[in-house]
């Protein structure tokens, strides 16, 4: 749990898919489609201003009804976006996941944008993080190694 996240986007990569707060929602839709992904950043001059994800388009722009080809991202993304640092811990990042009912975080140092941990990105490195300490453990039963 004390992994930093800096440590995550060095299994993962720091690749972010992102777009400008001008870009519509039918243009963002079909960046997040091309590549697989629920969510963009939104970038101005290479800061984060925002982020965009399927659920701003459920909410903020499906259930009101918005027209998706004149849209524009910064008029529906989440511009208070909460952002982390590369020494921020795997347990500080599920606490955030779960008291933000949030789902990705961009890390952040000096305001320069270094990747983005999703909630997938946690529950992949705990179920590795398991899997080697019971495979430790097997090993220690059957006297493979030293405690």
Not at 5 to 19: H, M, P
Not at 39 to 51: F, Q, Y
Not at 120 to 139: I, K, M, Y
Request: charged fraction near 20%; hydrophobic fraction near 40%; aromatic fraction near 4%.
């Amino acid at each position: 749990m004390n992994t930093p996240a800096g440590a995550l986007l060095g299994r993962k990569g720091s690749t972010v898919f992102s777009v400008a707060p001008s870009t519509t929602v039918a243009d963002a839709v079909h960046v997040m489609n091309q590549n697989k992904v629920g969510c963009l950043v939104v970038l101005e001059s290479d800061r984060v201003a925002g982020i965009f994800t399927e659920r701003d388009v459920l909410t903020r722009v499906v259930a009101a009804n918005l027209d998706p080809r004149s849209t524009r991202v910064d008029e529906v993304m989440t511009s208070s976006v909460i952002t982390i640092t590369a020494v921020t811990t795997v347990g500080e990042i599920m606490n955030v996941f779960t008291s933000k009912r949030c789902r990705h975080l961009p890390v952040v140092e000096n305001n320069h944008l270094l990747g983005l941990i999703s909630i997938g990105d946690v529950s992949r490195w705990l179920v590795d993080s398991h899997r080697a300490e019971a495979e430790h453990l097997r090993r220690y039963i059957d006297g493979e190694v030293a405690p």
